[in-house]
C-alpha cells in the first residue's frame, strides 16, 4: 500500500483531479496507461480531504466518456484493417481485437455499458464500437451508464475504503496474519463455489429438450 501511494501520491498533488479525468481520457484510446490504479489512488486521497470527491467523480467520468467516444470516432473514420496495421505498436494483436468483435457481438449495448470493469475491453470498448459501425446514440448511452457505474465503483469505493482504512488495520492486527488469511481464502472459496453453480446451472438450462429426461405418460 505504501508502494502503491509512492508513485502516485505526488502526482496527484500537484496536478490534481483534472489529471485524472486526462489520464483516463488517453486510456481509453487504447494507450497502455493506469488510469484504473490512478482512479483508486485519488479515491483514497479524496477520502482523506486531500482531493475533492464531487470533483474527482465528474473529471473521471467526463474523461472517460470522452476518450471512448474518441476512439469510436477513430474507429468509425478509420475502420478494422488500418487499426489492426499499426495497433500492434499499443498490444492491439489481431487475435485480441476479434476476441473483443466476439464480445460486442454477443452481447451490444451491455458489452459497452459494462467493458469499463474488464481490462482490454476498457480501453478499446469505444474503437471496436466505432468499427462495428454501432449507432453512435445508442453507444452513447449505454457508455454514459457504464462510466459512470465505473466511476461509482472504484472512486467510490477507494473514497469508503480509504475512510474506513484504520478500523480495517485495526481488524486485521487483532484477528493476526493467519486467521486474516484464512478469512481471506474462506471468501474466496464461497465466490468460486457460487460462480461454479451458477454456470452449472447455466449449462444445464441451455441443453436441448432432447437430451433432457422427459417422463413417459402411461
Known amino acids: ?13 500537484a496536478h490534481g483531479t483534472p489529471v485524472v479525468g486526462l489520464v483516463l481520457f ?23 480531504g486531500d482531493l475533492s ?14 476518450g471512448d467516444n474518441a476512439g469510436y470516432l477513430i474507429g468509425r473514420l478509420v ?21 473483443i468483435e466476439e464480445v460486442f457481438a454477443r452481447y451490444g449495448p451491455i458489452a459497452v ?11 478499446l470498448n469505444g474503437v471496436v464500437a466505432g468499427v462495428a459501425g454501432m449507432r453512435w446514440e445508442r453507444f452513447l448511452i449505454f457508455n454514459v451508464i457504464g462510466a459512470g457505474l465505473w466511476v461509482l465503483a472504484w472512486g467510490g469505493g477507494a ?11 485495526a481488524i486485521l492486527h487483532q484477528i493476526g496474519p493467519w486467521r486474516a488469511s484464512a478469512l481471506a481464502l474462506a471468501v474466496i472459496a464461497v465466490a468460486a463455489g457460487i460462480l ?6 447455466s449449462r444445464g438450462a441451455g441443453k436441448p429438450l432432447s437430451n433432457r429426461s422427459v417422463p413417459q405418460k402411461d
Open 196 to 201: 461454479w453453480l451458477t454456470r452449472r446451472r
Open 1 to 13: 500500500m505504501d508502494h502503491f501511494f509512492a508513485s502516485f501520491e505526488p502526482f496527484l498533488r
Open 79 to 99: 475502420g478494422r484493417r488500418v487499426l489492426l496495421r499499426y495497433g500492434g505498436r499499443v498490444g492491439l494483436t489481431e487475435d485480441r481485437f476479434a476476441r
Open 53 to 66: 470527491p464531487v470533483g474527482l467523480f465528474l473529471y473521471a467520468w467526463v474523461g472517460s466518456v470522452l
Open 113 to 123: 455499458m459494462f467493458a469499463r470493469f474488464f481490462n482490454i475491453l476498457r480501453q
Open 26 to 48: 488517453f486510456e481509453s484510446l487504447g494507450l497502455p496507461l493506469p488510469g484504473e490504479s490512478l482512479l483508486v489512488a485519488a479515491g483514497i486521497l479524496a477520502a482523506r
Open 159 to 169: 473514497i469508503l475504503f480509504g475512510r474506513h482504512m484504520g478500523h480495517v488495520a
